[in-house]
């Protein structure tokens, strides 16, 4: 597609449950990226994909998340046994490869709410 | 240490006037690009401009350009002519050649134009 595409827009969640956060990178994008903007604040990286390399998962808070991305596209971030801490926006963000010029190009975000 | 400070949680600018959003950054690579991006109350964050750390020229993009002072380690946002579409969070980022596998966000700055 054009943009990076995140679905869903927003999620409503109760304490305890699972949920899945989708994110479709611009195509050819080799590199994508999981960061988090809690209300206020600036963004947290959470997980970094590169082709086929294994993904730097330095930035993820506890082991309730984990992320996978399927055939170097669309990746999946998924939050177990949601808290009410997790409420943020989950923003996903592609680039084109790894020099400095590039950029992020980031999708629109999910903004997840748990009750 | 923050890798990027920003530290104009706030800032007011009349239409039409220029502004400048303070950014410094702390890095011990000679190898990085500094980024500026916008995120409207929509929420996705758009690219603005780019610094790369060996660049000569201050950046310039449109109405955006960028007060590089690498022996300070500033990066400093100007927009000029302001107009009321201008309202909203900009964030400044870095990427180091040795960790470029993520961006380092500041906390951001909420810009707000008085017509």
């Known amino acids: 597609g054009a943009g990076v595409s995140q679905s869903p827009s927003n999620k409503v969640t109760e304490k305890g449950k699972d949920v899945e956060l989708r994110c479709d990178p611009i195509?050819?994008?080799?590199?994508l990226y999981w960061y988090r903007q809690s209300l206020g604040q600036g963004l947290e990286f959470l997980i970094y994909?590169?082709?086929?390399?294994?993904?730097?998962k330095s930035g993820l808070p506890s082991d309730r998340f984990s992320a996978e991305r399927t055939g170097g596209s669309v990746s999946t971030l998924t939050i177990q046994r949601t808290q009410q801490e997790d409420s943020a926006v989950y923003l996903c963000?592609?680039?084109?490869?790894?020099?400095?010029?590039?950029?992020?190009?980031f999708g629109s975000g999910t903004r997840l709410t748990v009750v | 240490a923050q890798k990027i400070t920003q530290t104009q949680p706030g800032m007011f600018v009349q239409e039409k006037e220029a502004v400048t959003l303070d950014c410094t950054y702390d890095?011990?690579?000679?190898?990085?690009?500094l980024f500026w991006y916008k995120q409207p109350s929509s929420g996705e964050m758009i690219f603005l401009i780019y610094?790369?750390?060996?660049?000569?020229q201050n950046a310039t993009e449109g109405r955006y350009s960028l007060n590089f002072q690498k022996a300070r380690k500033s990066a400093n946002l100007v927009i000029s002519a302001s107009q009321l579409g201008d309202s909203a969070m900009y964030f400044c980022?870095?990427?180091?050649?040795?960790?470029?596998?993520?961006?380092?966000f500041g906390t951001g700055t909420s810009l707000t134009v008085i017509p």
């Open positions: 994909f590169q082709g086929n390399s294994a993904p730097d």
């Open positions: 890095t011990s690579d000679p190898s990085y690009g």
């Open positions: 610094q790369g750390s060996y660049d000569q």
């Open positions: 963000a592609s680039s084109a490869g790894q020099t400095l010029t590039y950029g992020y190009t």
């Open positions: 195509s050819g994008h080799t590199a």
């Open positions: 980022a870095m990427r180091e050649a040795n960790t470029g596998n993520q961006f380092y």
